[in-house]
């Protein structure tokens, strides 16, 4: 059994990303930016990528990254999670990088390593790490042409890595021919596009799209579950420390046994869903054959937790958690919307019974 506790190196990190957190992202300007429409914060995405170096965690240092795992890059996302920041962490640095680590573009993974480029992985933010891949974008004469729908941080990226009939294009996203639509979205802080090419140039980085699309998803989904977590912990400390201080009938709302209850109870999936997230960050990072189920059993598990937990928190705050001036909204969004993310609960529960030869149920 791995060990799933924090390593000082990721305690360290953790300490180093919630700092600059504090100071450049509070949730009060998280929410202030989603009201102005101004979602994607450049200014702390350079800080993350390149003053803490964290575009490229999971990059080697011979090709300029970090040196670090995916286990570390999970540390990181249950910060970003706790903060909901409008960066595109997930998809550049651990979606993309994998895909592109994958298929040996040692270039292109230097400049993602060094913050000189942000990448995202065109393929819809629903699409499930082993569902089948069909590409909707046609390399005919080696120029791309088609639609991807509900691409995540595509707003956000300097480089597309595309899926079409003959392998994985990387096409700059502000070429021509390349042409991003805002989808309307549950969550304002992490923007979907339609990307609709038209005989867009295009440089193939593998021959077959595939494999390297299911690695690169895989990891998102593992770590996914880790940002899952920190929304899911924001909501509870949030929760707890509103019911301390709010008074009725001259008690804590929080002394009364019914909410106490109801706290105590998610306390408990909250460190479920830890040991789950931990657990599909480390088969992920260590490449253990048992990956494809923790990975199923991370989405199955901590995406139910953190919609229930944004939705206790907005409940339990009362007609103050109901009101858009406060947060939780923004977690309820985020949670709701990473429940669709690489599948949602029920697919990856399918996958589960698959995955383990569990019989269907007799009708």
Not at 164 to 187: I, N, Q
Not at 234 to 257: I, K
Not at 350 to 358: G, Q, W
Request: charged share 20%; net charge negative.
């Amino acid at each position: 059994m791995s060990d799933l506790r924090y390593s000082t190196v990721e305690e360290d990190l953790r300490a180093s990303v919630r700092a600059l957190l504090a100071n450049l992202a509070p949730v009060s300007r998280t929410l202030a930016r989603c009201e102005a429409r101004e979602v994607h914060d450049a200014e702390l995405w350079r800080a993350l990528a390149v003053d803490l170096g964290l575009a490229g965690v999971v990059v080697p240092e011979e090709l300029g990254g970090a040196g670090g795992t995916l286990r570390e890059a999970a540390t990181v996302l249950e910060e970003l999670g706790r903060a909901v920041a409008p960066v595109p962490f997930l998809g550049s640095a651990v979606v993309a990088a994998t895909a592109l680590l994958t298929c040996g573009a040692t270039d292109l993974v230097r400049e993602l390593a060094a913050g000189a480029r942000t990448v995202a992985l065109a393929v819809p933010f629903s699409t499930l790490p082993r569902q089948r891949l069909c590409p909707t974008v046609d390399a005919a004469g080696g120029a791309l042409t088609g639609t991807v729908t509900t691409v995540a941080d595509a707003f956000a990226a300097d480089l597309l890595l595309v899926p079409a009939d003959t392998g994985l294009y990387a096409v700059p996203a502000r070429s021509p021919g390349v042409s991003l639509h805002p989808v309307v979205s549950l969550d304002l802080t992490r923007p979907l596009a339609d990307v609709a090419l038209t005989r867009a140039a295009g440089r193939r980085v593998a021959t077959d799209a595939e494999p390297v699309v299911r690695t690169a998803l895989t990891a998102g989904a593992a770590l996914l579950a880790s940002e899952q977590l920190g929304i899911a912990e924001w909501c509870l400390r949030s929760t707890v420390d509103h019911l301390a201080t709010r008074h009725q009938f001259g008690r804590p709302v929080g002394s009364f046994q019914a909410v106490k209850h109801r706290l105590a109870d998610l306390w408990v999936d909250i460190g479920q869903a830890r040991a789950v997230a931990r657990h599909a960050a480390t088969c992920v990072a260590t490449q253990d054959p048992d990956t494809p189920i923790a990975v199923a059993v991370g989405q199955a598990y901590c995406s139910g937790v953190a919609v229930r937990a944004a939705e206790e928190c907005v409940q339990l705050h009362g007609g103050l958690g109901f009101t858009w001036d406060h947060p939780a909204h923004l977690f309820l969004k985020r949670a709701k919307s990473a429940a669709l993310a690489f599948g949602t609960a029920d697919r990856h529960r399918m996958e589960l019974a698959d995955l383990v030869d569990l019989p269907p149920p007799r009708l």
